[in-house]
């Protein structure tokens, strides 16, 4: 149980384009879910809090009006990277705390992001 | 939610146990401690928690020291496939330190 799905696993995106990353909750309603940014050999790095009905939370640094999240419903939030540049390719994870509450947080499988 | 201190890499030969350490000397009395793994170009995987006691379930052991100030990840049986990064976190926070890459040799 406690699954989420990430839609795709990967995209290749012409620079200047937008791309949509999708993270849905399988089995469970996530009212908030975490999208999270990992460069080559490096660790995940928050990027934003995703709440069902509201605005979305971003870390300190990160362009509000670039990665556009949007959490519609209690499955599914939405990652888009608008006019995306080569420096924007990355792996892009989500995840949603497991809604029993003490088994921690569940993962995507990963979005690999190569703008060309 | 308290820092975590992992080593930044540790071998381990096939089939032997392979022990990871985290230290988290400020963890609060009612945090749990975590333990992830990144499977190259995956996403992170849960392993086992636990808060005071002892834990062990089809994938790992974890003790936790009577202080709580560090715990240690038991792989009793490493296999080429536990070759991941292995992330310790305290309670419920959400950034990632380095953790550990963990590489199992045959």
């Known amino acids: 149980g406690a699954v989420v799905s990430q839609h795709p696993s990967w995209v290749i995106c012409k620079s200047g384009t937008s791309v949509k990353i999708e993270c849905r909750s399988l089995d469970f309603q996530a009212t908030t879910m975490f999208w999270y940014r990992q460069f080559p050999k490096q660790s995940l790095m928050l990027m934003a809090t995703s709440n069902e009905g509201s605005k979305a939370t ?53 979005t690999r992001l190569t703008v060309v | 939610d308290a820092k975590t201190t992992q080593p930044t890499s540790m071998d381990c030969a096939e089939g032997r146990a392979a022990n990871l350490p985290c230290n988290h000397s400020t963890i609060s009395g009612n945090e749990y401690v975590y333990w992830y793994r990144q499977i190259h170009s995956q996403g992170p995987q849960y ?26 990840l038991i792989l009793p049986h490493a296999t080429l496939r536990d070759t991941a990064v292995y992330y310790c976190i305290a309670g419920y926070a959400l950034n990632f330190g380095k953790g550990t890459s963990l590489l199992v040799t045959p």
Do not use: W
């Open chain 1, 58 to 110: 971003y870390e300190q640094g990160v362009e509000k009006d670039k990665f556009l999240i949007n959490h519609a419903s209690l499955t599914l939030s939405t990652l888009t990277v608008t006019s995306a540049h080569p420096e924007d390719s990355s792996f892009y994870i989500c995840s949603a705390r497991v809604p029993r509450g003490i088994e921690g947080y569940t993962f995507g499988s990963g």
């Open chain 2, 47 to 72: 392993i086992i928690h636990g808060l005071k006691n002892n834990e062990t379930n089809e994938m790992a052991s974890l003790i936790i020291t009577e202080d709580r100030k560090s715990s240690t």
